[in-house]
């Protein structure tokens, strides 16, 4: 059973525009929702993360906008770049324990 | 500060092996998680450790088992591999609980294991 659904699978971006990733959840007892970003041959490294009580987050570039009503939250890439090319993975978590539930994550291209 | 370190890096077995994955975590971290990711089921949590006690469990056949050291550092056993093992095997370690509402986890860059 997927618990988080995260889409689109794959993502290409001009540099310098936004790249948008959705994520959906069903598990109301999740309470953190954090976003990785993996490059190739490497772990998932935390990006940014957010809790339910707060409807957007920013850091930087990246924003996380999150929707408790509809149970969806999304990671925004302003100004891409392509270093920011690898795949992302959005994930949630329920306080008191590290079990991770992961989306299927966005293979996210910038092109030049 | 050194990160998460995971050995070997790359492992081929063949089938009905077992095999012994090692993870070393952050100094200082005690908690250590177990995943598996492949490109059909993705990322997918095997099993947490924190004070050599299971803490989580995920919903993998009993083949997959690990342990936690006193120094914190952790092994992962898959006994009677079955080609559908092969994957990625990441480690990630955290802190521990009582340090936040939210224990941050940082991967290392895993153990890729070939069943043949």
């Known amino acids: 059973q997927q618990q988080v659904k995260q889409s689109p699978q794959s993502l290409i971006v001009q540099k310098g525009g936004i790249s948008i990733i959705n994520c959906a959840y069903e598990?109301?007892?999740?309470?953190?929702f954090p976003w990785y970003q993996q490059f190739p041959g490497k772990g998932p490294a935390l990006l940014i993360a957010?809790?339910?009580?707060?409807s957007e987050k920013k850091e930087g570039r990246f924003t996380i906008s999150f929707n408790k009503s509809a149970k969806q939250f999304s990671l925004h890439i302003m100004d891409s770049q392509p270093g920011d090319s690898a795949t992302y993975f959005c994930?949630?978590?329920?306080?008191?324990?590290?079990?991770?539930?992961f989306g299927t994550g966005t293979q996210l291209k910038v092109e030049l | 500060k050194a990160g998460v370190t995971q050995t070997p890096r790359y492992l081929i077995k063949t089938r009905g092996q077992q095999v012994t994955l090692s993870c070393s975590p952050i100094?200082?971290?005690?908690?250590v998680s177990w995943y598996q990711q492949t490109p059909g089921q993705g990322l997918q949590f095997l099993f947490e450790?924190?004070?050599?006690?299971?803490?989580n469990k995920g919903n993998f056949p009993g083949r997959f088992s690990g342990r936690q050291f006193s120094n914190s550092r952790s092994e992962m056993n898959v006994s009677t591999l079955e080609l559908g093992d092969s994957a990625l095997y990441l480690c990630?370690?955290?802190?521990?609980?009582?340090?936040?509402?939210?224990?941050?986890?940082?991967f290392g860059p895993g153990t890729r294991l070939l069943v043949l």
């Open positions: 450790y924190f004070s050599e006690t299971q803490r």
């Open positions: 598990n109301t007892a999740f309470d953190y």
């Open positions: 100094s200082g971290h005690r908690s």
């Open positions: 990630a370690s955290s802190l521990g609980p009582g340090q936040g509402f939210v224990e941050t986890q940082y």
């Open positions: 957010i809790r339910p009580d707060v």
């Open positions: 994930a949630a978590l329920t306080g008191g324990g590290n079990k991770l539930t």
